[in-house]
């Protein structure tokens, strides 16, 4: 990745590989598409807006983002999203 500083002005580049370069997770959902050729995604519908953005970047990597299901979200006794994270 490379990159032009705001400040200095100097052209910064850095290695993706080796771990010294993270994603945002909107990015490395959509990069994991397309490197493991996932072709089937469900996800709850309160993501569906990340689901739309890493389709398109996807698309921008070359590849075709998968096919998805879109669930409702589940509640618990106070009302409260139940989640796996």
């Known amino acids: 990745v490379a990159y032009t500083h705001p400040e200095s002005g100097a052209r910064i580049e850095t290695n993706v590989t080796g771990g010294a ?3 945002q997770w909107k990015a ?3 990069m994991r598409w397309a490197a493991l050729e996932v072709d089937y995604e469900m996800a ?3 993501l569906s ?3 739309k953005l890493s389709s398109r970047i996807t698309k921008a990597l070359g590849h075709t983002p998968p096919e998805g299901f879109s669930y409702e979200l ?3 006794e106070n ?3 139940i989640s796996k994270s």
Request: glycine share 12%; hydrophobic share 35%.
């Open 79 to 81: 009302g409260e999203k």
């Open 44 to 46: 709850g519908k309160d």
């Open 74 to 76: 589940f509640l618990d």
């Open 21 to 23: 370069c993270k994603l």
């Open 28 to 30: 490395d959902w959509a």
């Open 49 to 51: 807006e990340s689901v």
